[in-house]
């Protein structure tokens, strides 16, 4: 039997989606192991999370690099170290540059709490996507959960799981019920690549039954 598939996570915040991740492979839903964690602010609670689980978790300070691409040389180094074959950011913040998605092409995913090719791309993150699709009216949104490439919040849809939007939400409320899609959709998203079951044409990805 192959090995579990080894995941890196970045992250910049609370981690909830780190979480759910840990608590899958833990109880056996996901055949992955996330091997380090790696967050660009030193103090996020994703990191105190993967203490807790006894996972390797590194701060990664972009101020003790002069640009971007140092610092993200920085993080391959980290997840090569640690013999990464899949990098999932979770609530990570910065965009990765050019030589970080050529490092594990075809190996990085992102999730996105919006359906990609809405609410989505440079500046749109946490609550301002959420608010974004209240005051865009949208009836129903939800996550995705996409392959990294260059473009921002462009690279080839994995997954979409869809959350209606209620006529009282706030961006919290809605924020709150489309997490709870991310966390269902990123350990799917994951057991999928381990098992070798996604298949990339162009801008679709194909799941294919069997690997
Ligand atoms: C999630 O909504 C994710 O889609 C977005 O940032 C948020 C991170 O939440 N990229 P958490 O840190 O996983 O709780």
Known sequence: MPGKLKVGVLVSGGGTNLQAIIDHAKDGRLD?????VISDVGDAFALERARSAGIPAAFINPRDYPDRNPFNRA???KLREHEVE???LAGYL???SDEFVDAFEGRIMNIHPSLIPSFCGKGMHGLRVHQAALDCGVKVTGCTVHFVTKEVDAGPIIIQRTAPVMDDDTAETLSARVLEQEHEAYS???QLFGQGRLRVEGRRVR?????
């Open 94 to 96: 910065r965009i990765t």
């Open 86 to 88: 899949l990098v999932a």
């Open 32 to 36: 992955a192991e996330v091997v380090v």
């Open 207 to 211: 799941v294919l039954t069997k690997a």
């Open 188 to 190: 799917e998203a994951i």
């Open 75 to 77: 993080l391959i180094e």
